[in-house]
């Protein structure tokens, strides 16, 4: 018998243990950040109400705000109707989610037309990531 809680099998994690999870501003709607998440980290997740997400780079679990201390707080997480897309709910400390010093990922739009079109930035830097990550 396993000391999982119930609601973790209804999650769809995919081959390699993981789903993705999507941070999302709970006040303003605001999407933030697309992350993954393995049944770890997305228990401790549920249990602390602290954003744990599972780093594929370091291979290991990654506490948003470990290092930044731009920690994300959960206000509610959801599960989409297949089973396989988490959605975080959350409160951003410090206003910052991107590891570039904005507040969210998404930071650049597409804009043109067709063959010329291109990325542009713009959202702005908020905090220098230097300043950030020692």
Known sequence: M???PAWLADVVFDENGLIPAIAQDADNGQIMMV???????LSETAATGRA????RSRQR???KG???GHVQQVHELRLDCD?????LKVHQEGGIACHTGRASCFYRRL???TDKAAWVTVDPVL????????
């Open 83 to 87: 089973g396989d897309v988490i959605l």
């Open 61 to 63: 679990l990654w506490r």
């Open 66 to 68: 470990e290092e930044s």
């Open 111 to 113: 804009e043109g037309q």
């Open 35 to 41: 992350a993954w998440m393995n049944r770890e980290s």
């Open 2 to 4: 396993s000391n999982e």
């Open 52 to 55: 744990v997400y599972w780093s």
């Open 127 to 134: 905090k220098d990531p230097e300043l950030i990550y020692k």
